[in-house]
């Protein structure tokens, strides 16, 4: 058993190089990460943003609600796996998929609809060699691997708005020792499991305000200003403490943690034949979040208490001062939009160890040149295509406050068909 403890606390001390909350560390704190390329540009800001990214849903499941509104189907994978804080020995892959329908037609046209996403992320340490006291080798290779399951309804009448629910399944892998006192190729794992939850509510100013304001931006190219708001409050990894199996020194709780922000859209849409094409776009977004495991405490069966509601988290300073503190950490992006093709992200991130660390990336679709092609040819098969398919791509990178600590991800982005229009 000494031989596991010690590839355990080395685990632990690699994740450690992990900045999450100086007052508290927790078990497993890939947890606290989004998988998602997009939303890591973005200052890892994504409770309160609406998005169809299939990752989308990691820091709110609620976001399945807005995804299933217009879209049937969506996957994204890694192409490749990339280095986790630059560590060549660390390496990180996720995939995803998520599945919607409204039911609209069922409903008399009420907008309300569901869907359901599913993530898998894993995450390798590589091999471990240790050689206590001149003892046989041992060769450890630790992974941590798990799978979401999300479920978000969404609902559009005047305004949007969407819940959602997320059950993981938690396979992290601290075994596979092989070598010297006969304990070969012995295991130590643990399988733990977690919820989330959230809600996001997304308000159209502009459209609630003048629903049939237009102008032309040119001859026969009606065009129309939107203007949004969204809220969004979730809560991420509900569960227990951990405890490691054989190893009872070895537990603590998972990066149990409370999002809540919200989202500034803005930009202008131009209709050209009669396709309705996204000229601009540009969003402002905000999180704050805090981990919610408070300082040891010896009354506390498990060692330590969990903080309620919102934690340390103020609307006044984190929110719209957008100043952070040693207990909350305050996520802010810009994202701009160029004719449905283009997009630069840049954001930040500071507090709770952070110090006002940087991400930024690009992303590129085919969804604005497919729609401006439609506009100009009758061809069916391809119309169908331009109406139903969009492939993307984004790249994207965080700096955590050292030359050697960033993240770097390439990944392509959906593919997305109606299939209410096949029939």
Request: proline share 5%.
């Amino acid at each position: 058993m000494g031989s596991y403890k010690r590839v355990s606390l080395l685990l632990f001390f690699i994740l450690g190089l992990v900045k999450i909350n100086i007052h508290a560390q927790s078990a497993l704190p890939m947890l606290y990460f989004n998988p998602s390329p997009r939303i890591n540009a973005l200052g890892m800001a994504g409770a309160s943003l609406p998005t169809k990214d299939p990752f989308g849903f990691y820091y709110n499941p609620a976001q399945l609600g807005y995804f299933s509104q217009t879209n049937n189907l969506s996957y994204e994978l890694y192409p490749s796996n990339i280095n986790w804080f630059g560590l060549s020995s660390v390496t990180y892959r996720n995939s995803a998929v998520n599945i919607g329908y409204n039911f609209k037609n069922e409903l008399n046209g009420l907008s309300l609809s569901a869907g359901f996403g599913y993530i898998h992320s894993e995450m390798n340490y590589g091999g471990v060699t240790i050689n206590p006291g001149g003892a046989p080798v041992y060769y450890a290779f630790p992974d941590d691997k798990f799978d979401a399951y999300s479920l978000g309804i969404g609902i559009n009448y005047y305004v949007q708005l969407d819940v959602g629910f997320t059950y993981k399944s938690i396979n992290p892998f601290l075994g596979n020792m092989a070598g010297g006192f006969g304990l070969q190729n012995n295991n130590v794992t643990l399988q733990p499991s977690a919820m989330d939850y959230g809600i996001l509510l997304t308000v159209p100013v502009l459209k609630l305000a003048a629903p049939d304001y237009e102008f032309n931006l040119f001859d026969g190219a009606p065009a129309s200003p939107y203007f949004n708001i969204s809220l969004g409050y979730s809560r991420l990894n509900q569960t227990s403490d951990v405890t490691y199996t054989d190893l009872p020194p070895i537990s603590g709780p998972l990066p149990r943690t409370v999002r809540l922000g919200y989202a500034l859209s803005t930009g202008l849409d131009v209709e050209i034949h009669n396709n309705k094409f996204r000229l601009l776009g540009y969003d402002f977004t905000v999180d704050a979040d805090q981990i919610l495991i408070g300082p040891p405490d010896s009354t506390s069966t498990q060692g330590f208490l969990y903080k309620n509601g919102i934690g340390n988290i103020s609307i006044g300073r984190n929110l719209i001062g957008l100043r952070s503190s040693d207990q909350v950490v305050v996520h802010k992006a810009h994202e701009f939009n160029l004719c449905e093709t283009f997009t630069v992200m840049i954001g930040r991130f500071d507090g709770a160890g952070y110090s006002n660390d940087e991400s930024n990336g690009i992303g590129m679709r085919l969804k604005g040149i497919l729609t401006l092609l439609k506009a100009y040819t009758r061809d069916r098969t391809f119309n169908f295509i331009a109406d139903h398919v969009d492939v993307q791509y984004y790249s994207s990178k965080i700096n955590f406050g050292g030359p050697e600590s960033k993240f770097e991800s390439v990944n392509l982005h959906s593919i997305i068909l109606a299939f209410d229009s096949l029939l």
